[in-house]
């Protein structure tokens, strides 16, 4: 079983907040995710780390940053947010090995956010 | 084209029979190749990862890979109504990143 949390799990904001999303991985995985995803759609890879000090910006524009001082934890920040921001986010992590059983990706929870 | 492609459904099969759910990807070079569940609201879940051509069993589930093809499916056996959720097909490409399908809803018929 995955060990990957997320907080908050729920959010209700006012627009113009700045937030930070939190995910944290046990696992001692390399690369991290950011994904986002409206109900019953598709999911859109927002942000992604390959390590500490490595950050990168997905395939969705996105107007959130991220930030991978440790290994261990990847936060998102939104830091003025708008009602287009409502969404859940998901955050996953894999193992920087290719190979068999060893590039898997496992999600957490999400966080489910909405902004007035 | 789309990297990754899955029919959007949603797929009916009633209850007891044998769900197929298929899945085209568009870079050849692709090795991993994953089938994750994800339930309303839910985060997805890892249900089967396949890296080499053929059929790979875990329980109910069987993943089937022709990469000559470019084709990845994933049947499912005696169908339950706890299997239905939108399952979701992942690709690893040529540049590393694993790149998602849209999902295909199944429902199960009691």
């Known amino acids: 079983e995955a060990d990957i949390y997320q907080t908050p799990r729920y959010l209700v904001i006012g627009t113009g907040k700045k937030i930070t999303l939190e995910c944290s991985q046990t696992m001692g995985h390399d690369k991290m995710y950011w994904y986002q995803q409206d109900p019953g759609m598709e999911l859109h890879l927002i942000h992604y780390?390959?390590?500490?000090?490595?950050?990168e910006k997905g395939d969705l524009s996105s107007e959130s940053t991220v930030s991978r001082i440790r290994t261990e934890h990847f936060p998102l920040t939104l830091e003025s947010a708008r009602p287009s921001h409502t969404s859940q986010y998901l955050c996953?992590?894999?193992?920087?090995?290719?190979?068999?059983?060893?590039?898997?990706?496992?999600f957490g929870p999400g966080t489910r956010l909405t902004v007035l | 084209q789309k990297e990754v492609e899955q029919n959007s459904g949603p797929l009916s099969v009633p209850e007891g029979a044998i769900a197929s759910l298929n899945c085209t990807y568009s870079d050849r070079v692709s090795q991993s190749f994953f089938w994750y569940r994800q339930y309303s609201g839910k985060s997805p879940e890892l249900i089967m990862s396949?890296?080499?051509?053929g059929d790979k069993e875990d329980g109910r589930f069987t993943a089937q890979l022709n990469k000559a093809s470019q084709y990845v499916s994933l049947l499912i056996r005696d169908s339950q109504p706890s299997d239905s959720a939108t399952y979701l097909c992942a690709v690893r490409n040529r540049d590393d990143k694993i790149i998602f399908g849209k999902g295909t809803r199944l429902h199960i018929l009691p």
């Open positions: 996953a992590s894999s193992d920087i090995h290719r190979g068999q059983g060893t590039d898997t990706q496992y």
């Open positions: 780390s390959y390590g500490v000090n490595s950050t």
């Open positions: 396949i890296y080499s051509n």
